[in-house]
């Protein structure tokens, strides 16, 4: 080897780097660096995990035999500022981040639709004309982890349109059966504290949902109870608490009676059945005006009908706005009642509702879409003088507010 440096100090370095460049071949050749060492025929990607989370996270991949540390499989496609958002992932309501990848934020705003697909009239335009977001439900097991539709036991459910997780309650007697009662108080600081303590499903961030989450459970299509059963199986035909307090009387907080699916408010003191969920945010309702008659909001992607229309019954309330031009849209529809309901404003009331955005506004009563299930001749429509959503008979005069789009 002496005699390899004998020379010049320049052709000394020259004979130094073709003497590095020939190490490196012959440790490739021997199995060495990235090579197939176990002659598996094939090498596997790992990507960087910065944050520990499970996924790759932008900036750096290798190829090898085995897994490094620190180096994990799954790779994202896209990623917002923090580098960890992973492909097919849970859209959550105003994080202003394209969860899934999909080049759309706020996904998890979006209202699911109410569950009504049967006709109950030859008006074009009623709830079931329109299948926009159809309720969508995944049976979950006490990891978190996906399970078949015909799954019989399962610990949580997965809303797929909101990105909301709830618990499925059990007939074991235990924290989580479907017979326990709570005051409104006690269903945070004994049902939910609980459930936070247990870790339940792998999670501490269990709460009580506000009325608007807990409503959109409704499946208009059924009757006491008025969920689908096929996921919430032993959900009682009574009043479940929601964490919204009534503005009118902070004694009284806001419930769905899931007998016939009307959301009314109850007294704090009363004990009533509790759902917890976790996830998620409730759409804060950022409105933009169009100036043009209509206003937008920005979270659930629905354009509104700014005035007012007047108060005419069910069937004229379809067919005026399936004729209504606006703002050189002739797609409007009447909402169905979870959009309606939507764009309550709870914090309120005598007129719930955000009056910059909506001036005009009765603080009365306005139709939905949705017929009531068991009542053909009735359909639901939501209050604007406090937010309850109750049911009338078709041929009664509410107001009416068209909407569009979005979604």
């Given at each position: 080897?002496?005699?390899?440096?004998?020379?010049?100090?320049?052709?000394?370095?020259?004979?130094?780097?073709?003497?590095?460049?020939?190490?490196?071949?012959?440790?490739?050749?021997?199995?060495?660096?990235?090579?197939?060492?176990?002659?598996?025929?094939?090498?596997?990607?790992?990507?960087?995990?910065?944050?520990?989370?499970?996924?790759?996270?932008?900036?750096?991949?290798?190829?090898?035999?085995?897994?490094?540390?620190?180096?994990?499989?799954?790779?994202?496609?896209?990623?917002?500022?923090?580098?960890?958002?992973?492909?097919?992932?849970?859209?959550?309501?105003?994080?202003?981040?394209?969860?899934?990848?999909?080049?759309?934020?706020?996904?998890?705003?979006?209202?699911?639709?109410?569950?009504?697909?049967?006709?109950?009239?030859?008006?074009?335009?009623?709830?079931?004309?329109?299948?926009?977001?159809?309720?969508?439900?995944?049976?979950?097991?006490?990891?978190?982890?996906?399970?078949?539709?015909?799954?019989?036991?399962?610990?949580?459910?997965?809303?797929?349109?909101?990105?909301?997780?709830?618990?499925?309650?059990?007939?074991?007697?235990?924290?989580?059966?479907?017979?326990?009662?709570?005051?409104?108080?006690?269903?945070?600081?004994?049902?939910?504290?609980?459930?936070?303590?247990?870790?339940?499903?792998?999670?501490?961030?269990?709460?009580?949902?506000?009325?608007?989450?807990?409503?959109?459970?409704?499946?208009?299509?059924?009757?006491?109870?008025?969920?689908?059963?096929?996921?919430?199986?032993?959900?009682?035909?009574?009043?479940?608490?929601?964490?919204?307090?009534?503005?009118?009387?902070?004694?009284?907080?806001?419930?769905?009676?899931?007998?016939?699916?009307?959301?009314?408010?109850?007294?704090?003191?009363?004990?009533?059945?509790?759902?917890?969920?976790?996830?998620?945010?409730?759409?804060?309702?950022?409105?933009?005006?169009?100036?043009?008659?209509?206003?937008?909001?920005?979270?659930?992607?629905?354009?509104?009908?700014?005035?007012?229309?007047?108060?005419?019954?069910?069937?004229?309330?379809?067919?005026?706005?399936?004729?209504?031009?606006?703002?050189?849209?002739?797609?409007?529809?009447?909402?169905?009642?979870?959009?309606?309901?939507?764009?309550?404003?709870?914090?309120?009331?005598?007129?719930?509702?955000?009056?910059?955005?909506?001036?005009?506004?009765?603080?009365?009563?306005?139709w939905s879409s949705t017929t009531c299930a068991n009542f053909t001749d009735i359909a639901w429509y939501v209050s604007f003088s406090f937010g309850v959503v109750d049911y009338s008979n078709k041929s009664d005069n509410y107001y009416v507010r068209a909407v569009r789009d979005g979604q």
């Amino acid at each position: 080897m002496a005699g390899l440096f004998k020379g010049s100090w320049c052709s000394n370095y020259i004979k130094l780097f073709f003497l590095l460049i020939l190490t490196v071949i012959i440790a490739v050749g021997c199995g060495g660096g990235d090579d197939d060492d176990d002659d598996n025929g094939s090498l596997t990607t790992y990507y960087r995990d910065f944050d520990g989370d499970g996924y790759g996270d932008p900036g750096m991949s290798i190829e090898d035999d085995t897994q490094p540390s620190g180096y994990v499989t799954n790779n994202t496609d896209c990623n917002d500022a923090n580098g960890d958002i992973h492909p097919g992932a849970t859209e959550i309501c105003g994080d202003g981040v394209d969860n899934d990848c999909d080049g759309t934020v706020n996904e998890g705003c979006r209202i699911p639709d109410t569950g009504q697909t049967t006709s109950y009239t030859d008006v074009f335009g009623e709830d079931s004309d329109y299948n926009i977001n159809p309720q969508s439900y995944t049976k979950l097991d006490a990891n978190g982890n996906d399970l078949s539709d015909n799954a019989t036991t399962w610990a949580m459910v997965r809303d797929n349109v909101t990105g909301l997780i709830w618990e499925n309650k059990t007939d074991d007697g235990g924290i989580r059966d479907k017979d326990n009662t709570y005051t409104w108080q006690n269903a945070r600081d004994v049902f939910i504290a609980q459930l936070n303590n247990d870790n339940f499903g792998g999670h501490s961030d269990w709460r009580m949902p506000t009325i608007l989450e807990l409503s959109m459970l409704v499946n208009a299509d059924e009757w006491s109870p008025v969920i689908n059963t096929d996921y919430f199986p032993n959900t009682m035909s009574s009043i479940y608490c929601s964490s919204t307090t009534d503005a009118y009387d902070t004694d009284y907080a806001w419930g769905v009676d899931f007998g016939y699916g009307d959301v009314y408010g109850y007294s704090k003191s009363g004990s009533h059945y509790v759902c917890a969920v976790r996830g998620g945010a409730t759409p804060t309702h950022e409105f933009v005006d169009n100036h043009d008659g209509t206003v937008t909001d920005m979270e659930t992607g629905l354009m509104w009908q700014q005035g007012e229309a007047g108060r005419m019954t069910w069937t004229a309330a379809l067919t005026y706005c399936e004729n209504l031009e606006l703002a050189g849209y002739s797609d409007w529809r009447l909402p169905n009642r979870n959009e309606l309901q939507s764009i309550v404003d709870y914090q309120t009331y005598n007129l719930a509702i955000n009056i910059t955005a909506f001036p005009g506004a009765m603080s009365s009563d306005y139709w939905s879409s949705t017929t009531c299930a068991n009542f053909t001749d009735i359909a639901w429509y939501v209050s604007f003088s406090f937010g309850v959503v109750d049911y009338s008979n078709k041929s009664d005069n509410y107001y009416v507010r068209a909407v569009r789009d979005g979604q």
